[in-house]
């Protein structure tokens, strides 16, 4: 069955550094992988999305990689802030009406 | 973007009892996505839902426990029926807009 992996357990970064979180996946060609927000009590929000023949995409502060043949993404914040701290979710699509697949999350602590 | 209205955003229901869960968007979309999130889980994909047509269900979930309602293209409802404390999560609706998805703020349900 389909498999998303995030890291489970929460990442402590200082501030002012890079944080780098991880999204792996198995029993999955996903056409579209997905990066989301997701503060307590809300919904998930969008950050970026990078398709299957994409290897970089980048917003502002933020960086996504994807590379389906390690079946890997890496989500990147440079200059991470207090305000970055959320728990980031990683979700894959195959494309046109999908709805999506979601790992468990990462919960990314920014320290001052 | 596309902005949804989710009602309500928490109740506590008795046991064997039913609630259903609204969202409205502000403007026409094809689909509406239907998501639970347990506790300390991952966002799962409950059904698709079509105006016009009967939603479609993921594995797991059938349509006498969640029915799914879709008058038109802004609005649709999610009942949780014969509620079981098992079926304490969050849901949430969501709907594809642009390059991402939108997603309402979520339902929390507690059933004692």
């Given at each position: 069955s389909q498999?998303?992996?995030?890291?489970?357990?929460?990442?402590?970064?200082?501030?002012?550094?890079?944080?780098?979180?991880?999204?792996?996946?198995?029993n999955?060609?996903?056409?579209?992988?997905?990066?989301?927000?997701?503060?307590?009590?809300?919904?998930?929000?969008?950050?970026?999305?990078?398709?299957?023949?994409?290897?970089?995409?980048?917003?502002?502060?933020?960086?996504?990689?994807?590379?389906?043949?390690?079946?890997?993404?890496?989500?990147?914040?440079?200059?991470?802030?207090?305000?970055?701290?959320?728990?980031?979710?990683?979700?894959?699509?195959?494309?046109?009406?999908d709805g999506?697949t979601?790992?468990?999350?990462?919960?990314?602590?920014?320290?001052? | 973007?596309?902005?949804?209205?989710?009602?309500?955003?928490?109740?506590?229901?008795?046991?064997?009892?039913?609630?259903?869960?609204?969202?409205?968007?502000?403007?026409?979309?094809?689909?509406?996505?239907?998501?639970r999130?347990?506790?300390?889980?991952?966002?799962t994909l409950i059904a698709t839902?079509?105006?016009?047509?009967?939603a479609t269900y993921e594995s797991g979930f059938v349509i006498?426990k969640f029915?799914?309602?879709?008058?038109?293209?802004?609005?649709?409802?999610?009942?949780?029926?014969?509620?079981?404390?098992?079926?304490?999560?969050?849901?949430?609706?969501?709907?594809?807009?642009?390059?991402?998805?939108?997603?309402?703020?979520?339902?929390?349900?507690?059933?004692?």
């Open positions: 498999k998303i992996e995030q890291n489970s357990e929460a990442l402590n970064i200082q501030e002012g550094k890079t944080a780098t979180l991880t999204c792996n996946y198995t999955y060609s996903p056409a579209y992988l997905q990066w989301y927000r997701q503060d307590p009590g809300r919904g998930p929000v969008f950050l970026l999305l990078i398709r299957e023949n994409e290897k970089e995409k980048r917003k502002e502060r933020l960086k996504v990689t994807f590379d389906t043949t390690l079946k890997q993404s890496l989500f990147h914040i440079t200059a991470s802030q207090p305000a970055d701290s959320a728990t980031y979710l990683c979700a894959l699509s195959g494309g046109g009406a999506l979601f790992g468990k999350g990462t919960h990314l602590i920014i320290q001052p | 973007s596309a902005v949804i209205s989710q009602k309500p955003s928490r109740d506590i229901c008795q046991r064997g009892t039913s609630l259903t869960i609204q969202c409205q968007v502000d403007s026409q979309v094809t689909m509406m996505f239907w998501y999130q347990q506790p300390g889980q991952s966002l839902a079509n105006q016009g047509s009967e006498d029915p799914i309602s879709r008058p038109n293209l802004t609005f649709s409802t999610l009942t949780v029926s014969n509620m079981s404390p098992e079926d304490s999560s969050i849901y949430l609706c969501s709907v594809a807009d642009g390059s991402g998805y939108t997603f309402g703020s979520g339902t929390r349900l507690t059933v004692v």
